[in-house]
């Protein structure tokens, strides 16, 4: 898979501050790829440079292997995290308006407008002023004006922000939609469980240093322990934990169950495998619960934060 | 369309749909009108009624003269005493009252007139006393030493000095005059303009960045393209505006003159007061004067400086927009625009009007900031080409400086929210 978008040893400095140092990333092509970080680790500058807002002071970006240009614009679609849209101007027109700067046609801008219009049932707020709308339906309308140009590369900053679970969802089944007609996707956010839901890729900024990028399986499995949780129906809990701890490390865990068991985390030396486990578990014990614990993105974004303070 | 015009167009529309700007623009003729009606009417309402004045000719020889007008109306008390006609004077709150004692003579008389009055009496007033008890008395000198009035009356020279220059072209005495309020009506609506337009564009720039779109247009356009798109497309509501303004007072005019006849004057000019005391002659040179002045190049470098001129203040405007976050912090950067253009308008109604060629008048009209005005002011009375084309030089100069300068300012200027930037700061910017 090759990749739409290149930044190598971007670096931008703003007087003493250094808001980015040396940083590249890779995102695929057709993948969604979290950007995350703590808030002030450089992740706008990152994205105002893919968005040529910002120049960066060394490095270059690649889109779909050639330097950027500002012909790239129309390839690019951008949802800022902080948005909005001229509060006294119609729906209609500022779409139109908006689509136009992206290089469309006002014809092509306007069919396209019709018909996301009529996809989100929005069609009647054409001549609507922006200040008569919610903040949530201005989000639509923002979401709509982003991708309408149809950009070979979408970035989002924090796009569920505003929206209500419904809406949040109808927004995500539309990201999923876009990715699968060929757009990648750059998703910077701090809720972890939509990366978890959606992204494939990651790359995670803290203080202007990119500390971790790649596969979000592959990240996982680089930062699983080899534990395993395991929820036991013995005779004697105290025998069976005495003869586990001197095999294993062993810490109590806890997770909802519905009758009485013995609930164990339970981790092993890289040379043992699960079978292992189990097999001495279940010569001993009822096994009524045995996953591998893995780790959720929260954990490894936190983990990795704290490692690098 | 290429994106420098969509933002123009954009700018152009959201300004003149603006109720602001309809009211102004409509409403704005008639608000001045109106606020000519109310001054005179508030003057005439100063001024309340004739002033009445007692007297008391004990000579009895000049009462004849003091006829009524509308400005005064006399009243005899020579029946009275001195001390009855002041109390009455007092008690029916009239404006003064004149005494003429009667002496030896009629000289003696004149020299010993008092006039009384509560407050301090209007110098017209007094002076308009004295030149009618001097007239009767002069008339009556004559008399008596037997000289024949009329004919004297006839011999008496009235003077009006015809101005000419050395290649024998007549000219008015208001030549000066009109040059000056060309000139000074060119600078004023300059800087007017600049002030008002200006901060529709600084304005425009805080609202894009209050409603947080700023980020989304960037990344689609250049700021400096958003910038001049900003200029120019409020500029053109300006002209728009103006070119309105134009009409309705054309239409003014000529309603005027179906309706009432009057003859349109020459604008710019305070007219009743040149032709109180004007006759037909002086008014055919008045007219010729205007037509003389250099109307071409008076248009064309009123287009120049109006240009280069709105447009330096313009991007210094549109920097500031982008370095705040809202009006009210944009007073503290108000002082490099607003310190020159008065700088300018005063230069240019004190200095220029003084001596059109002196070195306070050359060197603001060779200033980039005060050029526009003051040069504006200095062009019906002639200026050396080189100056021109040294001014232009420079202001042209400054301009792509300046526009270079808020550019950069406002390409950070415009994705910095919440702090409140010193002049220290905006430097610092520059290096980004």
Not at chain 2, 94 to 99: A, H, I, T
Request: charged content about 20%; proline content about 4%; some cysteine.
């Amino acid at each position: 898979m090759s990749n739409l978008l290149e930044v190598r040893s971007a670096t931008k400095k703003f007087g003493d501050f250094t808001a980015l140092n040396n940083v590249s990333i890779a995102v695929p092509k057709g993948s969604i790829f979290g950007l995350l970080g703590p808030n002030g680790a450089g992740k706008t500058t990152l994205i105002r440079i893919v968005n040529q807002i910002t120049l960066p002071d060394a490095g270059e970006v690649l889109l779909d292997g050639a330097p950027l240009e500002p012909i790239h614009i129309k390839d690019i679609g951008y949802l800022p995290e902080e948005r909005g849209l001229y509060k006294s101007m119609k729906v209609g027109e500022q779409a139109l308006y908006l689509a136009q700067l992206k290089g469309l046609s006002k014809k092509e801008a306007k069919e396209r407008l019709t018909y996301w219009f009529d996809k989100f049932d929005i069609s009647h707020w054409w001549n609507k002023k922006i200040q008569e709308l919610s903040k949530g339906m201005a989000q639509k309308v923002q979401f709509v004006v982003t991708v309408l140009h149809r950009p070979k590369l979408l970035i989002f900053d924090e796009p569920f922000s505003g929206f209500d679970p419904i809406n949040a969802n109808v927004i995500k089944d539309e990201i999923l939609q876009l990715r699968d007609e060929g757009a990648t996707i750059i998703f910077s956010t701090h809720r972890m469980e939509s990366v978890e839901e959606l992204c494939d890729h990651m790359a995670l900024i803290h203080k202007s240093n990119k500390i971790l990028e790649g596969k979000v399986t592959d990240i996982k499995r680089a930062y699983k322990s080899n534990t395993f949780e395991v929820g036991l129906i013995t005779e004697d809990n105290n025998t069976i934990l005495q003869s586990l701890q001197d095999k294993f490390s062993v810490v109590p865990a806890d997770f909802k169950t519905i009758d009485d068991q013995l609930k164990l985390k339970i981790s092993l030396d890289k040379n043992v495998s699960s079978n292992e486990l189990l097999s001495y578990l279940t010569s001993n014990a009822q096994v009524v619960r045995f996953n591998e614990v893995i780790p959720s993105v929260n954990e490894i974004f936190i983990n990795t934060i704290t490692d690098n303070e | 369309m290429s994106k420098l015009r969509l933002i123009m167009y954009r700018e152009f529309i959201a300004r003149i749909r603006n109720k602001t700007f309809i009211m102004m623009t409509f409403l704005g003729p008639l608000f001045a009108v109106g606020m000519i009606a109310l001054i005179s009417w508030l003057t005439s309402v100063n001024s309340d009624g004739p002033k009445q004045i007692a007297f008391i000719d004990e000579t009895g020889s000049f009462f004849l003269n003091f006829r009524n007008s509308e400005e005064v109306k006399y009243i005899n008390y020579t029946d009275l005493t001195l001390e009855e006609a002041k109390d009455s004077t007092l008690t029916k709150n009239l404006y003064g009252l004149l005494y003429i004692p009667k002496k030896a003579s009629h000289k003696e008389s004149t020299e010993s007139i008092q006039f009384y009055a509560e407050e301090a009496p209007d110098f017209s007033v007094l002076n308009s006393l004295e030149k009618r008890i001097a007239d009767k008395l002069t008339v009556q000198n004559y008399k008596k030493q037997g000289l024949d009035v009329a004919a004297i009356e006839d011999a008496i020279a009235e003077v009006r000095i015809q101005v000419e220059n050395f290649s024998g072209e007549k000219t008015s005495k208001y030549q000066h005059l009109i040059k000056m309020a060309f000139g000074g009506a060119a600078g004023y609506l300059l800087m007017m303009f600049v002030i008002i337009y200006g901060n529709m564009v600084m304005r425009s720039v805080i609202e894009e960045k209050t409603n947080r779109i700023i980020e989304i247009i960037i990344s689609s356009v250049k700021p400096m393209e958003l910038m001049m798109g900003k200029i120019l497309g409020t500029s053109f509501a300006g002209i728009l505006q103006f070119i309105i303004w134009v009409i309705f007072g054309l239409g003014l005019l000529i309603t005027a003159n179906v309706f009432f006849g009057i003859t349109p004057e020459p604008s710019g000019v305070d007219s009743s007061i040149l032709l109180q005391e004007s006759n037909p002659q002086e008014i055919q040179l008045l007219v010729q004067d205007i037509l003389k002045l250099p109307l071409g190049t008076l248009v064309i470098f009123f287009f120049i400086y109006f240009i280069c001129g709105y447009f330096l203040y313009s991007a210094i405007y549109a920097a500031i927009g982008a370095a705040v976050d809202s009006e009210t912090d944009s007073q503290q950067f108000m002082l490099p625009i607003l310190l020159p253009l008065m700088l300018g308008v005063y230069v240019g109604f004190f200095s220029v009007l003084e001596d059109p060629h002196g070195v306070v008048a050359v060197t603001f009209s060779m200033i980039p900031l005060t050029s526009p005005i003051v040069m504006l002011m200095r062009i019906p009375f002639g200026v050396p080409w080189w100056q021109i084309i040294v001014s232009i030089g420079l202001l042209v100069g400054s301009l792509i400086f300046m526009v270079w300068f808020a550019g950069k300012i406002y390409r950070i200027g415009i994705l910095m929210y919440g702090k409140k930037p010193s002049y220290k700061e905006l430097l610092k910017w520059l290096k980004y």
